[in-house]
């Protein structure tokens, strides 16, 4: 399946030495939430700063996220993107390494599935999505020195659509 991307994103992957880099945004959303969980793949923004820390990430409007306010706060970890099969499911999985011990504590929280949405943009165009995944679900969390966390799309197609049951009441010309 083949994806369109911009001019500067193709530019970008052809160059021997890219200034420009990819960057992935994800969502995390789920009913018990106040606001959507937002991470970022990259620290260029300086979010805020204060005698003891300071927050980075990426000020973005995907998703309708308001920029002043609703950041996507980077975080370093590691990604495996969905591949492009067609017969395949679109799967993702992201490993972030622990240290805050309230992340295992939030998502052992959850009775039912969260849904995700992931998108792929350049740090100089945060603003225009390069690629995106949306309507995954996290399947599984696994937790140790390292959080490993499975989303995938495979639950929402695997759902059964409903059949026609071919009776009386249904199909009466059948039974005449």
Do not use: C
Not at 1 to 10: C, D, F, K, P, Y
Not at 41 to 67: H, P, V
Not at 152 to 173: C, L, Q, W
């Amino acid at each position: 399946m083949s994806r369109v991307l911009s001019l500067n994103a193709r530019a970008q992957q052809d160059a021997a030495f890219a200034d420009d880099l990819p960057v992935v945004l994800l969502e995390v959303s789920h009913p018990d939430l106040d606001a959507p969980v937002r991470l970022s793949s990259d620290n260029a923004d300086l979010i805020s700063q204060s005698a003891e820390a300071q927050i980075r990430g990426t000020r973005s409007s995907w998703r309708g996220a308001n920029q002043e306010n609703e950041f996507f706060l980077w975080v370093p970890m590691g990604l495996e993107m969905p591949g492009d099969e067609d017969d395949v499911p679109a799967q993702m999985r992201i490993v972030i390494d622990l240290f805050d011990a309230t992340l295992p504590a939030l998502l052992r929280s959850f009775e039912t599935r969260a849904k995700a949405n992931a998108a792929v943009v350049m740090a100089s165009t945060p603003n225009l999505v390069e690629q995106a995944w949306l309507g995954l679900e996290v399947v599984t969390a696994r937790f140790g020195s390292q959080i490993a966390v499975q989303m995938s799309r495979e639950p929402i197609e695997d759902e059964g659509a409903p059949m026609h049951v071919v009776g009386k009441h249904r199909f009466p010309g059948l039974y005449r």
